[in-house]
C-alpha cells in the first residue's frame, strides 16, 4: 500500500510542477528539468521524513510511486490551471493546431467532433474533452521523467548512506 | 453506495499497481533495450506529418509533443515539406540519446566506461548548450538549426550518463 507519508510531498511538488508549468519562459523546461527536479526534492522530503524510523529502508518500488503520485497530482492542477488560462484569454489551442494541420496536411480532412471542440472553446471558453487531454498528456509525461528524478535521488542517497557508513 | 463502490474500486487499483511496483525487477539487459525502443518510437513518431493519415491522431499525437516542446516552425527540421513535432534541439537531445542507449544496449562494457567518467567533465557538455541559448534568447542572434542540433547531440551525453548509473545502481542494490 502506498504510505500515507508519501502524499504530502508529493502534494507539494506536484502542484508547484503544476504551477511552474504555466510561467511563461520557465514552462519550456518544465518536462526535462522541472519534473525531474520535482521528483527529486518529492522523495527527499519523504525520505527525510522516513529516516528516523525505525526499521525503514529505501526501496526502488518508493521511487516509482512518487514519481506516478506527482504525475498524477501535477497532471491534475496542470490540467485546471490550463482550462482556467484558455476561460481567462482568448486562446484556442485546438483551432491553432488544426490550423497547422491543414497547412501542412491540407488533403486530410478535420472530423466534425473537433470542430466541435474547438466551436465550444470558442463560445463556452471551456471543454471537458480538452481538459481531459491535457490531464493525461502532463500525466504520462510528467510521471516519466519525475519518476527518472525520483529514481536519481534513491541512488544518491544510497551512495551517500553507504559513504558515510564507510568512514 | 455508488461512491462507496467508487472509492474501493480507486482502493483495489491503487493496490495492484502497489503490487506490480513491489515486484518490479527488469534486468539491466532488457532495461537498456526497453529504453532504446522507447525513445526509438518517440522520435519515429516526430515525423506523424509524413505518414499517419488520421487527423484527430495527429492532433493528439501533435499536443502530446506541444508538452515536451515549443514546436516553433523556424527551429524545426522540415522533411518532404512537413515539420518534425520537435525543434531541432530537442531533435539532436533525443537522437544522442537514441545512439548512445543502443551502444549501450549492444555494448555492455561501455556501461562501466561511462560510468567512470568524471562528473563534472560531462557537464561541461552543457557548454556549447548554454552559448548557443544565450546567443539567440539574450543577444538575439540566431544561430542555425544545424548548430541547434549539434548543440542538443552534445547534451545528450549527460541525461543518458545520469541514467546509466542509475540504472547500474539500482541494479548494484538489489
Known amino acids: 500500500m502506498i504510505k500515507k507519508e508519501k502524499f504530502l510531498p508529493a502534494l507539494v511538488t506536484g502542484f508547484s510542477l503544476a504551477v511552474l508549468s504555466i510561467v511563461p519562459v520557465i514552462q519550456v523546461a518544465t518536462c526535462c528539468l522541472l519534473a525531474p527536479l520535482a521528483g527529486m526534492f518529492g522523495l527527499n522530503m519523504y525520505y527525510l521524513q522516513m529516516k528516523n524510523r525505525e526499521g525503514f529502508k529505501l526501496q526502488n518500488s518508493d521511487g516509482f510511486q512518487m514519481g506516478i503520485l506527482i504525475g498524477l497530482i501535477s497532471g491534475f492542477f496542470e490540467s485546471i490551471f490550463q482550462s482556467l488560462l484558455i476561460l481567462v484569454s482568448k486562446d484556442n489551442p485546438v483551432y491553432d493546431s488544426i490550423i497547422l494541420l491543414q497547412k501542412y496536411l491540407p488533403e486530410l480532412p478535420v472530423p466534425e467532433t473537433i470542430w466541435n471542440i474547438s466551436k465550444q472553446i470558442d463560445e463556452k471558453r471551456f471543454s471537458f474533452l480538452l481538459t481531459f487531454m491535457v490531464f493525461i498528456n502532463t500525466t504520462i509525461v510528467n510521471s516519466i521523467f519525475a519518476t527518472i528524478g525520483s529514481m536519481l535521488s534513491i541512488s544518491s542517497i544510497r551512495k551517500k548512506n553507504i559513504s558515510d557508513s564507510s568512514l | ?174
Open chain 2, 1 to 174: 453506495m455508488n461512491r462507496i463502490f467508487l472509492f474501493q474500486i480507486i482502493k483495489k487499483s491503487f493496490q495492484m499497481i502497489n503490487f506490480r511496483l513491489m515486484n518490479f525487477k527488469i534486468k539491466s539487459e532488457s532495461l537498456y533495450l526497453i529504453i532504446t525502443l522507447m525513445i526509438l518510437v518517440f522520435m519515429i513518431l516526430t515525423f506523424s506529418l509524413n505518414f499517419i493519415k488520421d487527423t484527430a491522431l495527429i492532433l493528439l499525437i501533435n499536443n502530446f509533443y506541444h508538452n515536451l516542446c515549443h514546436q516553433i516552425e523556424s527551429r524545426t527540421f522540415f522533411i518532404d515539406g512537413k515539420p518534425m513535432l520537435i525543434c531541432s534541439r530537442c531533435t539532436g537531445i533525443y537522437s544522442g540519446s537514441l545512439t548512445l542507449f543502443f551502444i549501450l544496449t549492444m555494448i555492455s562494457s561501455f556501461r562501466k566506461i561511462l560510468d567512470k567518467f568524471n562528473f563534472r567533465i560531462v557537464l561541461l557538455l552543457s557548454a556549447p548548450l548554454l552559448i548557443d541559448w544565450s546567443l539567440n534568447f539574450i543577444f538575439k542572434i540566431e544561430t542555425t538549426n544545424f548548430v541547434r542540433f549539434l548543440t542538443g547531440f552534445l547534451i545528450s551525453l549527460i541525461p543518458v550518463y545520469f541514467l546509466n548509473s542509475l540504472i547500474m545502481s539500482v541494479n548494484k542494490y538489489d
